[in-house]
């Protein structure tokens, strides 16, 4: 029998929910990509800051930039949120994104990195981040033809996961959720040959602590381990939000695990490096980043 606050959860907070989001996706969908992207970044400029979750984003920011003065903590938190707005807003028109022609809404910097990643015949890994709007990394993979699988988090509500699934139809096939079933599914992957992309910005109760802006951070373990065991290369690779809705995304040359013989060694020495790359990622553009996860204990 389920208990009442589930039934609750389930019959009437979560169809509300999907409510809001059809009619969030609806308003923003029939706009032109660069209006749409405005407003939603300018409605989320003003209310965000005033959301009880930012007090998590100005407690980050102030172990991530000690000292930091409150005008300049206050101005990253507002150019966070006016990201994130933009990010929703832009979610509808994702896949008529153009990466050639003239002017392209997107471009690609380090192109030869991700063509021999695509052509190597190996398994691989995305190094990548809540930076920027993080939906062009799986999608840039679809359009060079990299087979790939993105490793991410299912929404609680299962209607609104069918909704954001359906906003990624060009890539959905792409996307792994997390847990027991997605490690199978890419482990089957990588022996495929695919190319893994993850995020190894989150927090990972069950990963280990290791340093994140001079603060040790739990953080996940499958992409130095098994980038360790199958001796693959891991591209670093991340979204820089340029002007309005206009991105680049910068491809790094591939990283690779030192072969010590001590593969749990070797492991958190790749992790350690891929954690200093994602901090010089957020030193250099804060405001891009996702500063809502709880990335540090206590």
Same mark, same amino acid.
């Given at each position: 029998?389920?208990?009442?606050? $589930?039934?609750?959860?389930?019959?009437?907070?979560?169809?509300?929910?999907?409510?809001?989001? $059809?009619?969030?996706?609806?308003?923003?969908?029939?706009?032109?990509?660069?209006?749409?992207?405005?407003?939603?970044?300018?409605?989320?400029?003003?209310?965000?800051?005033?959301?009880?979750?930012?007090?998590?984003?100005?407690?980050?920011?102030?172990?991530?930039?000690?000292?930091?003065?409150?005008?300049?903590?206050?101005?990253?938190?507002?150019?966070?949120?006016?990201?994130?707005?933009?990010?929703?807003?832009?979610?509808?028109?994702?896949?008529?994104?153009?990466?050639?022609?003239?002017?392209?809404?997107?471009?690609?910097?380090?192109?030869?990195?991700?063509?021999?990643?695509?052509?190597?015949?190996?398994?691989?890994?995305?190094?990548?981040?809540?930076?920027?709007?993080?939906?062009?990394?799986?999608?840039?993979?679809?359009?060079?033809?990299?087979?790939?699988?993105? @490793?991410? *988090?299912?929404?609680?509500?299962?209607?609104?996961?069918?909704?954001?699934?359906?906003? *990624?139809?060009?890539?959905?096939?792409?996307?792994?959720?997390?847990?027991?079933?997605?490690?199978?599914?890419?482990?089957?992957?990588?022996?495929?040959?695919?190319?893994?992309?993850?995020?190894?910005?989150?927090?990972?109760?069950?990963?280990?602590?290791?340093?994140?802006?001079?603060?040790?951070?739990? $953080?996940?373990?499958?992409?130095?381990?098994?980038?360790?065991?199958?001796?693959?290369? @891991?591209?670093?690779? *991340?979204?820089?939000?340029?002007?309005?809705?206009?991105?680049?995304?910068?491809?790094?040359?591939?990283?690779?695990?030192?072969?010590?013989?001590?593969?749990? *060694?070797?492991?958190?020495?790749?992790?350690?490096?891929?954690?200093?790359?994602?901090?010089?990622?957020?030193?250099?553009?804060?405001?891009?980043?996702?500063?809502?996860?709880?990335?540090?204990?206590?």
């Amino acid at each position: 029998m389920l208990r009442p606050r $589930t039934l609750i959860e389930k019959y009437i907070r979560h169809p509300l929910e999907a409510l809001a989001a $059809t009619v969030v996706w609806g308003v923003f969908r029939i706009l032109p990509v660069n209006l749409a992207s405005a407003l939603g970044g300018g409605f989320a400029r003003v209310v965000g800051p005033r959301i009880k979750i930012s007090d998590r984003a100005r407690k980050n920011i102030e172990r991530a930039f000690p000292g930091i003065e409150d005008e300049d903590a206050e101005e990253i938190i507002a150019d966070m949120w006016e990201n994130l707005g933009r990010t929703v807003a832009e979610f509808p028109h994702i896949s008529k994104f153009g990466y050639d022609g003239a002017n392209p809404r997107v471009k690609v910097d380090g192109l030869e990195h991700l063509i021999d990643f695509r052509d190597d015949g190996k398994p691989g890994f995305y190094l990548s981040a809540h930076l920027a709007n993080w939906e062009l990394a799986p999608l840039t993979a679809h359009v060079h033809d990299v087979p790939s699988a993105f @490793v991410y *988090r299912e929404a609680n509500n299962r209607l609104v996961e069918n909704f954001y699934m359906s906003g *990624r139809k060009l890539y959905r096939d792409m996307m792994i959720p997390k847990g027991r079933e997605g490690a199978r599914s890419m482990l089957k992957a990588l022996k495929d040959g695919k190319h893994i992309g993850i995020m190894l910005d989150q927090k990972m109760n069950d990963g280990i602590p290791v340093p994140f802006f001079g603060i040790d951070a739990m $953080t996940a373990t499958a992409l130095g381990d098994l980038a360790t065991s199958l001796k693959c290369p @891991v591209i670093p690779a *991340r979204v820089i939000r340029e002007n309005g809705a206009r991105f680049r995304v910068e491809v790094s040359k591939p990283l690779y695990a030192e072969d010590t013989g001590d593969k749990a *060694r070797d492991s958190k020495e790749l992790t350690e490096r891929c954690n200093k790359i994602i901090e010089g990622w957020v030193r250099e553009k804060p405001g891009q980043w996702l500063w809502l996860h709880n990335r540090w204990p206590g």
